[in-house]
């Protein structure tokens, strides 16, 4: 009996409906850190850049935790925050590259991986009836661990967002890159398991 099959919930489909409270968390956490990461950008402001950041990682976190405090998780709401979240990285990885020396490699690496990679990665849950890649453990264990457990998720964007920080652009560079491997292998497990179950 495969996880799907034993889980609580029964499998779904569909969209969701668009007025929910987390939906509205991830519209206003995405226009606020985009906003305050732009005028940034525009004023070489580190600390505003910082600010940004802060706006854009709590709100995630309070997108995902109201989803699931109010029972109010849905595929919609899944490809919205995934869609938000590379609006956001791309304002303010451009304003690190902008106002910080030496980091365009690192950019460059992390967001291929990012913006590429991880959205085809993040999206994939669309093939299988789970309500989001946090569900994906239903479909795959090994994958999850390594892309959407909350270890995999502070190492995916802080871990390369908190070197650069600390002026560790080697050591944020290694993190990127190693992200890159993980994020290439999970997609070759999930091409197979594609074509395991004929999606």
Known sequence: MSALTRQTRPPTTTLGPVRTVPNLVTV??????VLLGAVAVSTADLELLAVAYAVYW???ILDG??????DQETRLGAVLDIISDRACTAVLCMGLVAH????VPLAVVFLLSFMVVDTMLSLAFLCWPVISPNEFHLVDQQVWRWNWSPVAKAANTAGVVGAVLL???SVGLGIALAVVVVKVWSAGRVVALLERDGR
């Open 65 to 70: 935790w109201t989803a699931r405090r109010l």
């Open 28 to 33: 206003v956490r995405t226009v606020v850190a």
């Open 58 to 60: 709590v709100g995630d």
């Open 167 to 169: 002026g560790a652009h």
């Open 100 to 103: 910080v020396a030496g980091v």
